[in-house]
């Protein structure tokens, strides 16, 4: 038998090792290159982004005059809403959601968005499949919507389309060097221009390399939801050819990639990175109108997957029946934002709500439920409550009116800022007011006289709802508010009409320690004041005689 340690073998042995493993690396360069276009199945991270991020496309859209002011928005503690709303949607439905509920949709837009809703939670399959799908729009890291809809073009220098010069001017340099004493020179100077456009252009490269990531994330989705079927994804399949091609021309050359190290040679010597820079910009600026599209065909999928998803996991919601600008129905509604609220109800037509209640009874977040029912009618159709008849109209909130040391602005300054606000979105809009203590930060008859007038005349536009604890407002505003008592003698909140009776002030000054000399005097003046201000006397300028 021939050796098996013949040189011809070893010869053929050590060839035939060779050639694998060269195989073995191509093929693993060339899944690597596949891998950069393919849709990852890495877990998309959690980034951070802003308030101002996630309200870009809201702001995209110029002044709107049924838009949610900034106030409001921080009064109704709706950015936790939106945590609540879409704790694992990207960046993409995020805006489409803060931009419904912040602008609210119309009557069309809103029954549309109903349907699409009642489909995917009587599908649950088909809902988990879109959600997964949608997953690899988390891998965003920026906001683009700033890039699609707001920004203009950039400049392209004129000097771009020449950047190829460059790197057969570093191989003739170097020729130089090889070849002539002061070879060197010529190199340095080839290297200088190279060197000066990676300082001058690395942080735009940096935010532009993002972006561009982002866009990809984008174009990757459109491709997974053009396999699918069903009506939802239907408008995907048409696109999805396109946005593949998109993602492609977007990526760095597939050659280049295939090359170990090849980008980063590529980047100093050749300025391969400011040459792509500029050639992906012209291309996302003169593809907008195509990204566009597929921004928000993606953002509004995953922001009605988001909806649905929030509706299965909630005990109590339903669908709201659009009311009138002055109706107001909530039966058994309840907070979205508390683990185990209580339900109320509450019925008001034409006329508004004096609400009164001991400390600590729920007066505040009585009215941020109600706010937070009305702004979810407004922009998705359902509220949470076993039946709801609600107004699609803005809300206005004055909640948590503060001072401002740095401002110069005392609390009694800041909440007259605020009534003239509302008095003035009154006059170009009606809507529903939320107003929480008003005017605490001045002395109680100036706060009830500055009050009573401020809030007829805001009724006279709007449908208000107020909380206070000045009592003595609730007899001059009877003309048009309705007295509304949350009673917390149960244990529980209960909504009953008439006024707060037996107010607690007082009795927690003896459960926190003052002492009986100090509770005494505490109540003896107010009877006194009770008796001679809780009610109406005698020539009190009342609504109707104003």
């Given at each position: 038998m021939p050796s098996t340690h013949a040189p011809g073998n070893r010869r053929r042995r050590l060839f035939s090792g060779l050639t694998l493993s060269s195989f073995d690396h191509l093929q693993h360069l060339w899944r690597s290159a596949i891998a950069t276009l393919a849709p990852?199945?890495?877990?998309?991270?959690?980034?951070?982004?802003?308030?101002?991020?996630?309200?870009?496309?809201?702001?995209?859209?110029?002044?709107?005059?049924?838009?949610?002011?900034?106030?409001t928005w921080d009064d109704l503690l709706l950015p936790s809403f939106e945590d609540k709303l879409a704790p694992d949607a990207s960046i993409f439905g995020r805006q489409v959601l803060h931009r419904r509920l912040r602008a609210?949709?119309?009557?069309?837009?809103?029954?549309?968005?109903?349907?699409?809703?009642?489909?995917?939670?009587?599908?649950?399959?088909?809902?988990?499949?879109?959600?997964?799908?949608?997953?690899?729009?988390r891998h965003a890291d920026v906001d683009v919507s700033a890039l699609l809809f707001g920004e203009t073009p950039p400049v392209t220098p004129w000097w771009s389309r020449w950047l190829w010069l460059l790197p057969v001017l570093l191989l003739v340099s170097v020729a130089a060097l090889v070849t002539l004493p002061l070879g060197w020179m010529l190199t340095l100077a080839a290297l200088a221009p190279l060197m000066a456009l990676q300082i001058r252009y690395h942080q735009q490269i940096e935010g532009w390399t993002a972006t561009i990531r982002s866009l990809g994330a984008l174009l990757a989705t459109v491709g997974l939801l053009g396999k699918g079927g069903g009506a939802l994804t239907e408008p995907f399949v048409a696109t999805r050819a396109t946005a593949a091609r998109l993602h492609v021309r977007l990526d760095r050359p597939f050659a280049l990639r295939m090359i170990p190290g090849g980008r980063q040679y590529a980047d100093w010597f050749a300025a391969g990175n400011i040459a792509h820079y500029f050639r992906t910009a012209r291309i996302v600026f003169g593809q907008r109108a195509f990204l566009r599209e597929c921004y928000l065909a993606c953002a509004n999928l995953e922001a009605d997957v988001a909806l649905a998803r929030h509706l299965h996991a909630m005990p109590r919601w339903c669908w709201a029946e659009r009311g009138g600008a002055r109706e107001l129905l909530l039966e058994d509604g309840v907070h979205p934002l508390m683990a185990q609220p209580t339900p109320l109800s509450l019925s008001l037509h034409?006329?508004?709500?004096?609400?009164?209640?001991?400390?600590?009874?729920?007066?505040?977040?009585?009215?941020?439920?109600?706010?937070?029912?009305?702004?979810?009618?407004?922009?998705?159709?359902?509220c949470y409550a076993t039946r709801a008849r609600l107004p699609a109209v803005p809300v206005r909130a004055s909640m948590q009116n503060e001072d401002s040391l740095l401002g110069g602005e005392s609390l009694y300054m800041a909440e007259l800022r605020r009534a003239r606000e509302?008095?003035?979105?009154?006059?170009?809009?009606?809507?529903?007011?939320?107003?929480?203590?008003?005017?605490?930060?001045?002395?109680?008859?100036?706060?009830?006289?500055?009050?009573?007038?401020?809030?007829?005349q805001l009724s006279r536009h709007d449908l208000v709802l107020v909380s206070s604890h000045n009592l003595v407002l609730a007899p001059l505003l009877q003309a048009g508010f309705d007295a509304i008592c949350i009673d917390t003698t149960s244990g529980r909140p209960v909504l009953q009409k008439g006024v707060l009776r037996n107010p607690n002030g007082i009795a927690l000054l003896a459960r926190e320690g003052f002492g009986p000399q100090i509770e005494g005097r505490a109540a003896e003046v107010a009877r006194w004041l009770s008796g001679h201000l809780l009610e109406p006397v005698t020539g009190a300028p009342t609504a109707q005689q104003a």
């Open positions: 990852s199945t890495a877990p998309p991270p959690n980034h951070f982004f802003t308030p101002q991020d996630i309200g870009r496309l809201h702001d995209q859209d110029g002044a709107n005059r049924a838009s949610i002011d900034a106030q609210g949709v119309d009557d069309a837009a809103c029954g549309a968005q109903r349907t699409r809703l009642q489909g995917l939670i009587a599908d649950p399959a088909h809902l988990s499949a879109l959600h997964a799908q949608l997953r690899m729009l034409e006329r508004g709500a004096f609400v009164s209640g001991q400390n600590a009874s729920g007066k505040s977040t009585f009215l941020r439920m109600v706010g937070l029912n009305l702004l979810a009618a407004r922009a998705f159709g359902f509302l008095l003035e979105a009154a006059g170009q809009l009606a809507g529903v007011c939320l107003i929480d203590e008003v005017f605490r930060g001045t002395n109680h008859l100036e706060s009830v006289s500055a009050a009573a007038a401020v809030l007829e």
